[in-house]
């Protein structure tokens, strides 16, 4: 049950191109946001979507299968864990971040996904 305790996996259409990016140690990054939606209907029997966004990062080799396949529109699945940290913006307001570092990635939107 160890490997069940911060487990993380999404199906969703991506909101934008992957940002790559190189650390200083010269290690690639990838980072993406991620739309998942829930569609259900209200006490009037109306039908209501929320859509909740997911920010995701990608590391090593999932960030080049990022830069080079994954574009504004596709749907893909992850699977990965909740990382949250935290920072000090220009202002000086300490600002809070929960992510999720992807450790697998699965296209599934195919051609038609492209937006």
């Known amino acids: 049950m160890n490997a069940l305790r911060n487990k993380v996996q999404l199906i969703g259409h991506l909101g934008a191109n992957p940002e790559i990016k190189n650390t200083e140690s010269g290690k690639k990054m990838a980072v993406f946001n991620m739309a998942t939606s829930e569609t259900y209907r209200n006490n009037n029997g109306e039908k209501i979507t929320e859509t909740t966004w997911h920010h995701l990062v990608a590391w090593g080799k999932l960030a080049d299968i990022a830069e080079k ?3 504004k529109g596709k749907e893909i699945a992850i699977e990965g864990k909740l990382i949250s940290r935290n920072y000090t913006d220009k202002a000086g307001v ?6 999720v570092q992807v450790n697998e990635l699965l296209l599934i939107g195919g051609e038609k996904a492209n937006a």
């Open 69 to 71: 396949y994954l574009i």
């Open 94 to 99: 300490k600002k809070y971040i929960t992510e």
